[in-house]
């Protein structure tokens, strides 16, 4: 079912036309059809009437003429229809911290573009040569860190779509884009995610290349993306994620509740939420097992603080040196942070982030847990576009790289969405999201 869209601060706003999913276009595209004028005709419509309240995509002039000229290109001299990409024709948004050829990258700054400019990455690459279109850059937070950009959650005008990958997750909600690209170096796939209503899917570290990126700490950098629904996301996948190998598993997960002062960080009404959502999957016959977070959580939280400021400080120290000025206080505070910080205690930090992963594996063996599940967020979308929220549910599974998946798991009385956080073992990408597609059908068919 298509999520309606909901305001307070524009109640009039249309909801978005049902334009075919990513499986319908490529079934479509399969049997030789091609992307209709029509079909971009109700995308430019839809764009003009939500885009103005949403804010998801960064101006462009005349957008829509080039997305046609693109469009009627690939029409023009098509593939044989058996040779098209699965994204054939389907328009994208790509997170304004990723180098797409012909268009600028401004990560969300005032920092001069030439400053940090670059060539096309992996990523993006990977979905053009399956036939996608870019339909533009979507918003991030200055320098994919907590400042934020304009971008609105389209549940509700009044309250944060989340960051640092606001613009995407905004763009798949309001069915602007059926795919969009982010990056997650706490918790900016899976939050945002979350507080729209969509599904967050974050790769194991490195199976999607960060590549043709602005980086923010490239030891806890990973590239996600977002889709409306688990079957969107697992037909993207092979597409994007590197050797990529169908699980073929026939089995439910063991799910494992990470019991302890991590899952105490979610407010009451979300573990209230959660306690619901793990009612309804053993009523689908899941098996739930309490296991104790691994380690300890404020340890480990500081761990990651330490890499993150440590690596960004580094990596913007030629551009702050010269642009100090032109950087919101919240980034820059990072900055001045990891100034102070030693070379051998981000070595120490580095180190034991390894040392935390294997034991956290070892536990989910040890334990015959296939998936980790809790909350993806502390509760449902903060209201004000000041704060992105907090992205405390997701630093353990991006310390450790592992594969991370949001999908929705119910609304709060307001219609603000909670997700469900599902995390696999590093590496598990293929069995991860196998297992989701389940799980979401369990959490359809109850609720």
């Known amino acids: 079912m298509r999520p309606e869209l909901r305001t307070r601060a524009s109640p009039e706003a249309p909801s978005p036309a049902k334009l075919p999913s990513l499986l319908e276009r490529s079934a479509i595209s399969k049997q030789g059809g091609t992307q209709p ?6 995308l430019e419509r839809d764009f003009n009437a939500l885009e103005p309240s949403i804010q998801a ?7 829509f003429g080039r997305v046609r000229r693109e469009a009627r290109a690939q029409e023009t001299d098509p593939p044989e229809a058996s040779k098209r990409g699965p994204l054939f024709g389907v328009p994208i948004g790509v997170k304004d911290v990723f180098h797409v050829r012909g268009f600028p990258t401004t990560a969300g700054s005032r920092v001069p573009l030439e400053e940090i400019s670059g060539e096309q990455g992996d990523a993006v690459s990977r979905l053009t040569a399956a036939g996608a279109l870019i339909l533009g850059k979507t918003v991030t937070t200055e320098f994919a860190y907590f400042a934020p950009g304009p971008t609105r959650n389209p549940r509700n005008l009044n309250h944060t779509p989340g960051g640092s990958s606001s613009g995407s997750a905004a763009a798949v909600a ?5 795919l969009a690209l982010g990056t997650q170096t706490i918790g900016s796939i899976i939050r945002p995610a979350a507080f729209c209503g969509i599904v967050g899917f974050k790769p194991s570290q490195g199976r999607i290349p960060i590549t043709g990126l602005v980086p923010l700490a490239p030891t806890l950098d990973q590239v996600g993306y977002f889709t409306i629904d688990v079957v969107d996301a697992e037909l993207v996948a092979p597409l994007l994620v590197s050797d990529w190998v169908p699980s073929g598993l026939d089995r439910p997960p063991v799910l494992g509740i990470p019991v302890g002062s991590y899952l105490d960080a979610a407010d009451l009404a979300a573990r209230s939420q959660f ?8 009523q689908h016959n899941y098996s739930l097992i309490e296991v104790p977070f691994p380690g300890d959580f404020d340890t480990l939280r500081a761990r990651h603080q330490t890499i993150l400021a440590a690596e960004a400080a580094a990596v913007h120290s030629h551009w702050f040196a010269k642009y100090a000025d032109r950087y919101h206080s919240r980034t820059a505070d990072l900055i001045v942070e990891g100034r102070t910080i030693e070379t051998s205690d981000l070595d120490k930090a580095r180190r034991e ?3 935390w992963t294997s034991r956290m594996t070892d536990d989910m063996a040890r334990s015959g847990i296939d998936l980790w599940v809790s909350p993806s967020a502390p509760g449902t979308a903060p209201e004000g576009l000041a704060f992105t929220g907090d992205p405390v549910m997701n630093v353990p599974w991006t310390h450790a790289g592992t594969p991370t998946l949001t999908l929705p798991s119910g609304e709060d009385s307001r219609h603000l969405p909670y997700g469900l956080q599902l995390v696999g073992r590093p590496g598990s990408d293929e069995a991860l999201l196998a297992w989701a597609v389940g799980i979401e059908q369990a959490l359809a068919v109850a609720g």
């Open 275 to 282: 306690r619901s959502t793990l009612a309804l999957l053993l």
């Open 37 to 42: 004028a029509a079909m971009l005709d109700i």
């Open 57 to 63: 995509f960064l101006p462009e002039v005349d957008r």
């Open 174 to 178: 309001t069915r602007l884009a059926p």
């Open 353 to 355: 982030r390894l040392e």
